[in-house]
């Protein structure tokens, strides 16, 4: 074992060096020869493996590991798709592919995906998919012991072409009943511009998904006909938008900033790895005031909209810390119809700063890489002189307390027990309130309690971990015997209370079961509007701009009363 081990290292590096082959970097004799002579011994080592190793070997999937570990000791953006995965990564670029358009999820105990959600519109809604339905086969293929990955590429395919689904579908008696579809796959596109609205005191909201594909287009027209609606002022969301193509992020922030300004530069190791961004429009409003709310879901192509907007004081930011995604990718093309996404430089936005919150560079000698501490970033400047720094995303102007959830939580949607539930809700009734109207009853969420009983659900509770921690240190410290009644008192008020947990944390489940019910019948749009009900970041958002005087402050501008 620890042989092939060894082997797999030296395949790894040998793989790193035959990958940076393919780029024409300048170099001296001595790294010439070391690329030579590395690339001669991974082809000899396969060699070798194929003829002499006891057993046959894939060399597909042998070669693919080492290229994936190798990859991986960079950065986890720079991958390696061969020529069966590039819808994939036609995916991240496009945002579109050819499938059925539906989430899946994994379900433990059947060891079988399961539909999570269809999205409105797509072959999957349009079949009568719906969440809970338990995936059994694909063109008579069984898909028992099939992890996600693997499904989803069995559902994926070219447009147009067809294949028969079997399912099997919750009923009301507690059984499951066999269904079959015959679904025509479809260029499924990811909504760019998912919700938009108007709220109270004229103010338009628009949530932004993906920077891939062309959302600019659907931006500018959600924001043009807010603004025939009357908006007098904005709230961009982008605290699910996990970035996509740079042009994209430029050209929406091009809507809001003058003609000619830098949105972002990138430096790499070489010179064609350097480009800068500028507006190349005139606005289409330089002038409304705008609040975007951020996340730690907030990456890439998000942070150089957002961040920019901070960076010239165009928009009070509001939410959490950002992700800190500050690498650029580019498509290499490799033989055989394989596709490299490889890092070639890192952006920086218009105060010079750059959000790269990891350093993969430096590594651990256990080779973890941790966070750039704050002690060690740089402070630069907004256009109106105000603080900001690298190295770690973006910070909001106005940071939001985020509720901590409990860790019962984790453990219910761990088990499927909040979607089980709403599977069965689903059963019973044929439709539910509005999105912004709908709750449980007490009579359901006592329903669910029950539910919860019977499954035999158990979960791991911190308090107990850190007694338990706490009292074999006492023990061992000599404390235990002096300590032993306390220990005892504490153990009797920290013990394991089911129904008492699911009482107190109520507000937070009965939430999580609010969100699931509403999406397996308004989709991720109802979704939306329930989440926004009581949305803390949106309400100091509201706030924020229903103050004039409030709103220059933050952006440092000069205020008149």
Known sequence: MKKLLNIRIIAAVAAVVSVVAFFSFKSGDDRVFRIAKNLDIFNAIVKELDMFYVDTINPDKTVREGIDNMLFSLDPYTEYFPEEDQSELEQMVKGSFGGIGSLITYNTKLKRSMIAEPFEGTPAAKAGLKAGDILMEIDGEDLAGKDNAQVSQMLRGQVGTSFKLKVERPNEKGGRTPMEFEIVRQTIQTPPIPYTTMMEGNVGYINLSTFSGNPSKDFKKAFLDLKKQGAASLVIDLRANGGGLLDEAVEVANFFLPRGKTIVTTKGKIKQAGNTYKTLREPLDPDIPIAVLVSSATASASEILSGSLQDFDRAVIVGNRTFGKGLVQVPRSLPYGGTMKVTTSKYYIPSGRCVQAIDYKHRNPDGSVGAIPDSLTKVFHTAAGREVRDGGGILPDTVVKQEKLPNILFYLIRDNLIFDYATGYCLK?????????????????????????????????????????????????????????????????????????????????????????????????????????????????????????????????????
Do not use: W
């Open 429 to 561: 009734h044929a439709s539910i309130a509005a999105p912004e109207k709908f709750e449980i009853t007490d009579a359901d969420y006592g329903d669910f309690k029950a539910m919860v009983k019977k499954a035999g659900f158990k979960y791991d509770q911190q308090s107990e971990k850190i007694l338990k921690t706490l009292k074999e240190a006492a023990e061992f410290e000599g404390y235990m015997k002096d300590a032993s009644a306390e220990f005892s008192a504490l153990e009797k008020k920290l013990s394991h209370d089911l129904d008492r947990d699911l009482d107190y944390f109520s507000k937070n489940i009965r939430k999580m079961i609010n969100n699931e019910i509403v999406k397996r019948y308004y989709y991720q749009r109802g979704s939306i509007i329930r989440q926004l009900k009581d949305d803390a970041d949106l309400q100091a958002a509201l706030k924020i701009l229903g103050d004039p005087v409030k709103y220059k402050e933050i952006l440092g501008g000069t205020v008149t009363q």
